[in-house]
């Protein structure tokens, strides 16, 4: 299938795709000439993505109408509570077909990257980790189950939390850390999409006037420079913003803000 995109991904992840998510392709006289599906996380959230299709078959909506067929399959399927696709601001076409098939667009985030976050530390103490599970969970109740708020799962990866999003063993992994007077909770996790991420889950929008949050954030992302030495060059932070929190950031900031991603989902 020739897609027209140098270098895809699809090409080199497709053996690991098969595997892990629901790919559908739609043939003509037995030659794929699109191909789409999910991705399932905590068995009831799908994903949807990996569109592709051949240049010789564009402008028949032979993409809107596999992803058409993929969502009725989707929907059958009684474990999925959630159906959304993610796509970059910039991608017009691809949002255009988001709401041919009825998909609502609903937040839209920076994907902001760095490697130096040295001008935003103020020299305070870092914040206190948290160990306890119980501790842990209390946070992620209040600031995202109860409010059904949105929690940044992976690097990409947004979802309306609910409590099928949090794992007891995925959360262990996870380092949660509160200020001194426990009134803010930061949470960091190691992602990998190609490049290696410390993924910085920070649900407020005072991360410029938070003394100490900026030394924690650095210490962890240390931390997993010195583990995976090997990687240096390919190990970022990652932080989700909005366009307004971005604007909050110094004017001489080093943080990457390429188009950000539009979460959408079926109402």
């Avoid at 497709?14 to 191909?35: M, R």
């Avoid at 509570?81 to 041919?100: C, D, H, M, P, Y």
């Avoid at 920070?202 to 420079?225: A, N, V």
């Amino acid at each position: 299938m020739n897609t027209g995109i140098e270098d895809d991904y699809i090409v080199h992840a497709f053996e690991h795709l098969i595997k892990g998510d629901i790919l559908y392709g739609l043939f003509i006289d037995d030659n794929l000439v699109s191909l789409g599906g999910y991705s399932l996380y905590a068995e009831s959230y799908a994903m949807l993505g990996r569109v592709r299709s051949d240049i010789q078959y564009r402008g028949k909506d032979l993409a809107t109408k596999l992803m058409s067929h993929i969502i009725e399959e989707a929907l059958e399927n009684e474990k999925i509570q959630w159906i959304g696709a993610n796509t970059q601001e910039s991608n017009f076409s691809a949002r255009r077909v988001l709401e041919k098939l009825g998909l609502t667009p609903f937040t839209m985030l920076h994907g902001a990257i760095t490697k130096n976050i040295e001008m935003l530390k103020t020299g305070a103490q870092p914040w206190h980790m948290i160990e306890d599970l119980s501790r842990k969970k209390d946070w992620l109740d209040q600031l995202y189950i109860q409010p059904r708020r949105l929690f940044p799962y992976e690097c990409y990866y947004v979802f309306p939390a609910t409590e099928k999003l949090f794992k007891d063993d995925e959360i262990n992994q996870w380092h949660f850390y509160e200020n001194d007077s426990q009134t803010r909770c930061l949470i960091t996790k190691l992602d990998r999409k190609g490049y290696q991420y410390l993924h910085v889950v920070y649900p407020w929008s005072d991360f410029m006037q938070q003394e100490g949050l900026w030394e924690t954030i650095s210490r962890d992302y240390e931390d997993l420079l010195q583990q995976t030495s090997d990687m240096e060059n390919d190990t970022y932070i990652w932080m989700d913003l909005t366009k307004e929190d971005a604007a909050k950031l110094p004017e001489n900031h080093k943080f990457k803000l390429p188009s950000p991603w539009i979460l959408h989902e079926i109402r």
